[in-house]
């Protein structure tokens, strides 16, 4: 889900977050564009332990790719 074409939200009801829950949040930021995403876990008694916020920086930049030697 995307809110105001800015940040990503991967919502979730699991006993705890994984390395896969973390590495498709991130895989959906490269893949978007966006630079925020949120990971949020319901099944938790209180919400805020629940989210997980994740900034994408990419390691290049898209005209790195396309630069004449």
Sequence with gaps: MVVE???VLELKSIEAF???HE???LT???LS???I???INFNVTTLKDGIR??????????KDL????
């Design 5 to 7: 074409k800015r940040v």
């Design 18 to 20: 994984s390395l896969v």
């Design 23 to 25: 590495a498709i949040i």
């Design 28 to 30: 959906y930021l490269r």
């Design 33 to 35: 564009g966006f630079k």
């Design 37 to 39: 995403g949120l990971l």
């Design 53 to 62: 916020r994740f900034v994408f920086e990419p390691r290049y930049e898209e």
């Design 66 to 69: 396309h630069r004449e030697h």
